[in-house]
């Protein structure tokens, strides 16, 4: 069951995803929970993983009925955001004085496996597979039809702000 905005139904209400939770004013184009015209990823753990759905819009084509090798790129990058942000929670590593999150992409390697549907809801999963206060790695993928159509590898560094 889910509530009026996709997200699954706890018993008490509405589950909060990680974004909300953790950085509800992030405005960020793939999982702020502020940006309206975003595409407002929503991770939830999962069993030792951090599990999103994502349904894309026509708009995020490749010009071949696929979805476009960049918005792929944006989810596994911002769905490897919530699997850090919920890592650092769970060991005690805030955002440092000034920052605004406590960790930023320091870099992300895509593998694009097989074409990934335009029209059909794919899954996001992540862990992360390396934990340094100062870094951290994810390990995510892009999921449709029983296979992976998609990994990244997501290398995150400590925000200390200047």
Known sequence: MTDLRGGPLGSAGPVLSIQERLYPDTDCFGCGPRNTAGLRLRSLPDDGFVVAHFTPWPEHGNGLGSLNGGI???????????????????RGWPALP?????????????????????????????????????????????????????????????????
């Open 98 to 162: 000034g920052a605004r999150l406590p960790y930023v992409t320091a870099g992300l390697t895509v593998r694009y496996l097989r074409p990934s549907p335009l029209d059909h809801v794919v899954e996001l999963r992540g862990v992360v597979s390396s934990a340094a206060e100062d870094s951290m790695t994810a390990e995510v993928e892009l999921w449709w039809d029983g296979k992976p159509r998609a990994t990244a590898t997501a290398d995150w560094r400590r925000w200390r702000p200047r």
């Open 72 to 90: 792929i790129a944006t989810v596994l990058d911002c769905h490897s955001a919530a699997a850090v942000f919920l890592e650092a929670e769970h």
